[in-house]
Every structure is written in structure tokens, then in C-alpha cells.
């Protein structure tokens, strides 16, 4: 038996969301979210506190909640997911969305969406794509990614990636050090696009 945690079969082979379809992505993110209460009393020292952060067998970062969150050591040393999300965004999302999720004149900059999406909000809107029409000077539409599996299979690899830009943890130029991808990542990488481990 396989269980989805965060679009990962437990068993390490395949991103829930490379195989299924964006409708059925969706009906599934529709499923209620926990709400992240911020108190209002709380000092401002709290908001700055370290982010409790577990480690996958896959190399993957995530918070209490499960969300998927970039790690960047204090030498400055990306996690590979961070480093991957800087390699994918370049090759599938700058040519709308500017260099280093700046933005352009038809494309949001998302390096400051994400500092108010969520997790669930970006995958939905990546699967299935999202229309504004009259917005600024010309329509914006993004395409929906859900069947490119250049995006979905490094989903969360995009997501940390620019929320670490969001997050004003990671600057604009090529990351320098990063961690080794593993040897899970690599096996699930492989069983998303169909190749031989």
C-alpha cells in the first residue's frame, strides 16, 4: 500500500501529481487546510525564531505542517531541492516570470507572490493554470503545468526556490554550494519520468 504525503509516495517512486490529471490535483486541494493563526500579541522576536525543519530520506526540508521549505546553512550551503528549484526555474518559468522571480510586463514577480501564497495555493495554480484579465496593460495567463512533467516532477524543488527568494533568504546570483542530491531523489526523479533506475 502507498500513501501521498505531500505529492510523494511514501515509497519514494513517483510525484503523486506527475501521473494524475489537473482536475483530479485539484479536487484534492480542496480538501480543508489547517488555518496558521498568527497572534497578534506575539513579540516580534518570536516571528524571527528558527523555523523547526525535518529532513527526508529524499533530501527534502519541510515544516511541522509538511510544506516543503528551502535550508541554507549559516556557510551558506543550499539543500539540493533549493538548488534544483534555481536549476527548473531557469529552464521552465523565467521566460514569463523575469529573472530570479522578478517579474515581467505580462507575468506576476513571484519571488513577492509567495511571500502571501501557500504551498497549496502554488500547486493549484501550476497544475491548472490562472487567467487575469485586465490586468495592467495586458491579460495575464499562466498555462496550466499539470501534465508537463519538466514542472510537476520538480514541483516542490520550484516552490522552495522561490520562497526562499520570497523569504529574502536567497539572492539573485547562482548558488554557490549545495548539498548532493541523493540517491532517493535520484531513483524518484528517474520513476517520474519513466526511466530506468
Given at each position: 500500500m502507498m500513501n501521498s504525503v505531500r505529492g510523494w509516495l511514501v515509497s519514494g517512486i513517483l510525484p503523486a501529481s506527475a501521473g494524475v490529471s489537473a482536475v483530479v490535483l485539484a479536487a484534492a486541494l480542496v480538501l480543508p487546510v489547517p488555518a496558521r493563526a498568527q497572534d497578534a500579541a506575539a513579540p516580534a522576536a518570536t516571528?524571527?525564531?528558527p523555523v523547526a525543519k525535518e529532513k527526508d530520506e529524499l533530501g527534502k526540508y519541510t515544516l511541522p505542517d509538511g510544506d516543503p521549505i528551502y535550508n541554507i546553512g549559516t556557510d551558506g550551503t543550499l539543500d539540493w531541492y533549493t538548488y534544483s528549484g534555481y536549476r527548473r526555474y531557469h529552464a521552465e518559468c523565467h521566460v514569463c516570470h523575469g529573472p530570479d522571480g522578478m517579474g515581467s510586463s505580462y507575468a506576476p514577480a513571484l519571488a513577492n507572490s509567495l511571500k502571501t501564497m501557500t504551498y497549496a495555493q502554488f500547486m493549484e495554480i501550476v497544475v491548472n493554470g490562472k487567467q487575469n484579465v485586465g490586468v495592467g496593460t495586458a491579460d495575464q495567463v499562466m498555462p496550466a503545468f499539470g501534465e508537463n512533467k519538466n514542472v510537476m516532477c520538480y514541483l516542490d524543488d520550484l516552490y522552495v526556490y522561490l520562497k526562499?527568494?520570497?523569504?529574502?533568504a536567497l539572492g539573485r546570483e547562482r548558488p554557490s554550494k549545495r548539498e548532493d542530491k541523493t540517491?532517493?531523489?535520484?531513483?524518484?526523479?528517474n520513476q517520474c519520468f519513466g526511466r530506468p533506475s
Open positions: 516571528a524571527a525564531a526562499a527568494r520570497a523569504d529574502g540517491k532517493a531523489y535520484t531513483a524518484n526523479e
